[in-house]
Nanobody, 112 residues
């Protein structure tokens, strides 16, 4: 059974940083591309970032480019999202995705 468990969210001030983690199990993580999505209150799901199975290629939505960094540790079956220079508009629930599967999400709130 595919399981994805996000963590690391919380409250951050504008300009601050958070590091999200996603613990994966139930599938061959090391050969799976992974994605981060987010959903802000009252808005639709937004794609944030993608990383290839070996971590060699990463892609980002324009609104996070230069501020967020996706990475992974295949030895730990873990996916990460380092978020720097956070903005209030980054407030959302963040999800890691494997195909169409996702975890419960982790809430990120950016506010002074």
């Amino acid at each position: 059974e595919v399981q994805l468990v996000e963590s690391g969210g919380g409250l951050a001030q504008p300009g601050g940083s958070l590091r999200l983690s996603c613990a994966a199990s139930g599938f061959s993580f090391s050969i799976a591309a992974m994605n981060w999505f987010r959903q802000a209150p009252g808005k639709g799901l937004e794609w944030v970032s993608q990383i290839t199975a070996d971590g060699g290629i990463t892609n980002y939505a324009d609104f996070v480019k230069g501020r967020f960094t996706v990475s992974r540790d295949n030895g730990k079956n873990a996916l990460y999202l380092q978020m720097n220079n956070l903005k209030p508009e980054d407030t959302a629930v963040y999800y890691c995705y494997h195909g169409a599967r996702r975890g419960q999400g982790t809430q990120v709130t950016v506010s002074s």
